[in-house]
């Protein structure tokens, strides 16, 4: 299997145990002037603690699928459930590894491929909900879950689409064949909370870091190629400028008034029914 360096990167840099959003109790009072990288990670700390909030009273084992680099089974491991992971990501399976010293279970594989040896009161779905097959995915989850059992899923959902190929229209599940296939294959929502304002400062930081000190770094680094290296900054620009710009447009997963428009950050809370 192979490793998402996205992913590993975000670890490298935030250096929290988490790969998430984070929660912002008052979105609204952030300035990002202020903001310093203990907020972000507290803000991830507050995310697990408010999402945990949403696990029934009756559930003791929870299976922690995509479970990055283990700090939402950390927490809910000290809250005394009883947890095991699941990723199909070398680095995480070695970054699990380390951190529990090899007591926590670790299943190395997608979900849809996973092969349960015993049912579980609880799948979590921490920001994982949209790497996984959505049919596959639903139907994994009865074959994984105890009857009434529980999949408590966080993520963000397309909730609009308009004809355009803005990038928050890929690599998000549609919400309504989301919820349309939770039904389908016999689980009934029973509790629901749209938490996009109180994850949007993560992504209004992300975009202000960059433009106050990644672009006018890069400007500074292309300006001074030019000066000394008139030649071969010619030739790279050529080769790498396309490539660039088209990274560039990737700048848009950054405005939280896009994903506004386009998307939603949902927890979705659902029942196993017998059907
Ligand atoms: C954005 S990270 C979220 C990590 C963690 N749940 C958290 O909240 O910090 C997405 C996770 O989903 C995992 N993932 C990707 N594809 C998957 C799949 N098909 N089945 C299960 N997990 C998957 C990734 O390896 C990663 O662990």
Partial sequence: MSIDHVLKLYSETIRSP??????????KSV???????????DAQGRYIEHLSSFIPSNVKSIL??????????DYLHNKGYHIETLSPDDFQRTVI????????????????????QQKYDLILESESACYIKID???????ETLRDGGYLLASDYFVHHRDGT?????KSSHDMDKY???AAAYGFELIKEYDQTENTMPTLDYGK?????????????GIYSAKKNYPKTARIVGKLMGPKFEAKMDQMDLLDSGLFRKYRKYMIYLFQKKNV
């Avoid at 922690?64 to 089974?73: L, T, Y």
């Avoid at 202000?208 to 500074?220: A, G």
């Fill in 31 to 41: 300035d990002l002037d202020s903001v310093n990288l203990q907020e972000i990670k």
């Fill in 64 to 73: 922690d699928v995509g479970c990055g680099i283990g700090g939402n089974a």
């Fill in 208 to 220: 202000y870091f960059i433009e106050r000190f990644i672009n006018p770094s890069i400007e500074y």
């Fill in 179 to 181: 919820l349309s296939s």
């Fill in 18 to 27: 988490f790969l998430h959003y984070g929660f912002w109790d008052e979105p």
């Fill in 165 to 169: 190929k803005n990038p928050h229209l």
């Fill in 136 to 142: 596959q995915g639903f139907e994994k989850a009865r």
């Fill in 97 to 116: 590894d380390e951190k529990f010293k090899g007591e926590m279970k670790f299943h190395h594989c997608k979900f849809e491929k996973f092969d349960p």
